[in-house]
């Protein structure tokens, strides 16, 4: 009998053991604590916290003669429980691989339940064996997979009881299993202590699984020694680490309390302080951490020891006795409720300690404060984690901005008391702008595009900063160009439009409409705003001039005979400017043959352009048509020469007697003198072809 009463009975002494560690990981959500909130233990006792204070339940199937383990999720709801020998749903049915879980349920924390934390249906059950068994069973796990059995779980066939090595996979480990958080929020530390020497193995467990293998940190005293089975009682008491995570207890039955500091970003236990000898079993530390608790031997009592006395012999010599008379005080568990609670074996109700960060009596000891609804508590109780506390949490918030403007970020920080907050925006062009402090800031990015925008949350405690990332875009703005400024002449109009927009753009000219284009008939300033479909807008302008008018003049209309050309000139413009006459030609002048109207547009440099119509008629005046010609060389008569006509407004075909053409010119030149044909009678057709006039006739050829 390790505790120096009657024993379980055989089938108590089935191998069982589990220890709850409900904890609140970075993917549960953060206002979320209740994963300790039941409570089951002893001889079918049960407790739930729903209401704020302990209620017992009934329904439970488990026996326990020491340790158990409990846990609900996020909303307090039970998941399951184990004596580390098996595991019972909510229900309180066993489940169909629930036996065989490799822990034994006399031993001091049999089991401790941890979430896995990359995962929100799986959970770890750890175990350890009791001196009963000559701690033969060493430190297993087996996981439970809550999305089995339609959700009311069940263990994983390929992982269960599987041995870690303490260092070996035969090494002995004493009844005493915690549970701390890491420093990071997230991860676990599992804890034990070897057998038969100093040694101190932490587990880690991350999304990544248990590491393979253990911190081990070499310690304080040996671990051997005692009455009971096997002479090995100093394997029995109870193992806890503080609420912050920087200390950790312990009790050796038959021989001593025991304080060390613990770092939870390393795993590393250090700085050994031996407290009261004698028979010692469960410790707890208070809520604030500044007071340990322990439960001496039969006949009871709960010491008190003061961690802010000073050095480690003030701290030794701070014990006091907060209880005594009990029949045998055994575990004690700190609640969701910040009271500490007693069990105490085959008695109906739980002890309290309703006060335990004060000194003394003022802690308030209260005696069967929690009656347990008709069943008993035995010798242990739930086994939790160090704390139950959200982990550190950070969001960022950046809306999409547009280029030029300043995107605002901000962080929203739970469950970081300290942290401190550095920006990099992701952007190494816009130089020492690129990073900023605060869990406020604002930035303007070069360029449009998308950008990374990193949070670096340095949180006192953790071991690694934690980083948040978040895209931001930065919308381009639109191109906005009206072109060159423009010109316009009086009774010109002028059609301006910002060129290709994205589908959905809206336009705002400077008199409000909101077509995509605007005619401008007047000079002036012409502003339009482009606004994209994200919303960002660009202005652009131009200016139109009005040109001074030109003036030109071709006289007026006149009659006259055409017997020679009639050579139109513009009234006098200035150097450079251009022509273009009714026939497209672009000379300075016009030669006019036959009577019509006849117009040029002026286009001086910097001026509109002008243009006048001259209306040219013919007199009728007389002509004469040659019928002889002398081409003899005295030159007279020469060639056939049109009198009173414009030559070349008429085109000439000569044929000789026989009808053969002998000459042809589509704009004659009073030039045919019968060169290469005989003397003779010629015959003429003279053709305008711009007034349709024809004459013919005959010519005498003589030389």
């Known amino acids: 009998m390790k505790h120096g009463y009657p024993g379980p009975t ?21 206002h979320a604590q209740k994963e300790n909130y039941n409570w089951y233990f002893g001889d079918r006792a049960a407790l739930s916290f729903q209401s704020g204070s302990p209620v017992a339940l009934s329904g439970s199937s488990l026996y326990s003669y020491e340790g158990s383990a409990s846990i609900s999720d996020a909303a307090g709801n039970l998941l399951f429980y184990t004596n580390g020998e098996r595991v019972w749903n909510r229900n309180h049915a066993l489940m169909s691989n629930g036996t065989g879980l490799g822990g034994h349920n006399s031993a001091s924390q049999v089991a401790a339940i941890v979430p896995h934390p990359g995962s929100s249906t799986l959970y770890y059950i750890f175990t350890v ?5 000559n701690l033969v069973g060493g430190l297993r796990y087996s996981i439970v997979d809550m999305s089995l059995q339609n959700g009311l779980g069940d263990i994983v066939s390929t992982a269960k009881s599987i041995r870690l090595p303490t260092p070996t996979l035969t090494g002995k480990v004493t009844e005493k299993l915690a549970v701390a958080r890491h420093g990071n929020g997230k991860d676990f530390w599992v804890l034990v202590h070897g057998w038969g020497n100093r040694d101190f193995y932490s587990f880690l467990v991350s999304d990544a699984g248990i590491g393979s293998q253990p911190v081990v940190s070499s310690v304080g005293s040996v671990h051997e020694g005692g009455g009971s089975f096997f002479g090995a009682a100093n394997a029995v008491g109870c193992m806890k680490v503080s609420p912050d995570g920087r200390r950790l207890a312990l009790g050796k039955r038959d021989d001593q309390f025991e304080l060390y500091d613990f770092n939870n970003v390393t795993g590393r236990v250090s700085n050994y302080i031996p407290l009261t000898s004698g028979y010692c079993y469960g410790v707890e530390f208070s809520p604030d951490n500044t007071r340990l608790y322990g439960s001496t031997g039969p006949g009871g009592a709960i010491v008190q020891f003061n961690l802010l006395a000073g050095s480690a012999s003030a701290i030794a010599s701070s014990r006091v006795i907060v209880a005594s008379g009990g029949t045998v005080f055994g575990g004690i568990q700190l609640g969701p409720d910040k009271k500490i609670y007693i069990s105490d074996y085959n ?89 900023a402090t605060g869990l406020t800031a604002t930035h303007v990015y070069s360029a449009a595009g998308t950008f ?3 949070l670096t949350l340095t949180v006192p405690g953790l071991a690694a900063p934690l980083v948040v990332t978040q895209a931001v875009t930065v919308y381009a703005l639109p191109t906005v160009s009206l072109g060159a400024p423009r010109q316009l002449c009086v009774g010109q109009e002028v059609v301006l439009q910002a060129g290709a927009q994205p589908a959905g753009s809206t336009y705002r000219w400077q008199d409000g409409s909101t077509a995509p284009t605007f005619t401008a008939r007047a000079a002036g300033t012409y502003t339009l705003t482009v606004t994209s479909p994200q919303g960002c807008a660009a202005t652009g302008s131009v200016a139109v001039t009005a040109l001074p008018a030109a003036t030109v003049s071709l006289g007026r209309d006149t009659t006259l005979c055409l017997q020679s050309p009639l050579l139109l000139r513009p009234s006098a413009q200035p150097a450079g400017t251009t022509y273009r006459w009714q026939d497209g030609s672009t000379a300075s002048t016009y030669e006019v043959l036959n009577p019509g109207t006849y117009s040029v547009t002026v286009t001086p440099p910097g001026s509109c352009s002008a243009q006048d119509d001259i209306v040219v008629r013919s007199a009728q005046c007389p002509f004469t048509i040659p019928n002889i010609i002398t081409p003899n060389g005295d030159r007279s008569n020469e060639t056939f020469v049109l009198k009173g006509l414009t030559p070349q407004a008429w085109e000439l075909t000569v044929f000789n007697r026989w009808g053969q053409r002998v000459y042809e010119k589509s704009s004659y030149d009073n030039s045919w003198n019968a060169t290469g044909q005989p003397d003779g009678v010629y015959f003429y057709l003279l053709r305008n072809p711009a007034t349709a006039e024809q004459y013919r006739g005959w010519v005498q050829v003589s030389r």
Not at 12 to 19: A, D, E, P, S
Not at 395 to 403: D, E, G, K
Request: glycine share 6%; aromatic share 8%.
């Open 10 to 30: 055989p089938w108590q002494r089935i191998l069982l053991g589990t220890l709850l560690l409900a904890s609140f990981l970075h993917w549960r959500p953060a």
């Open 129 to 133: 064996d009791a001196i009963d068994n």
């Open 347 to 435: 008695s109906p109700a739980l002890h309290r300690i309703n006060n335990p960060n004060e000194l003394s009596a003022a802690c308030d000891f209260q005696r069967n404060a929690v009656f347990l609804g008709g069943n008993l508590s035995q010798n242990g109780l739930p086994n939790f984690p160090n704390a139950i506390a959200p982990a550190p949490t950070a969001t960022v918030t950046a809306s999409a901005v547009c280029l030029g403007a300043a995107t605002t970020f901000q962080a929203t920080v739970q469950n970081a008391p300290g942290a401190t907050a550095a920006w990099n925006f992701g952007d190494p062009p816009s130089g020492t702008s690129n990073t």
């Open 452 to 454: 990374t925008a990193t």
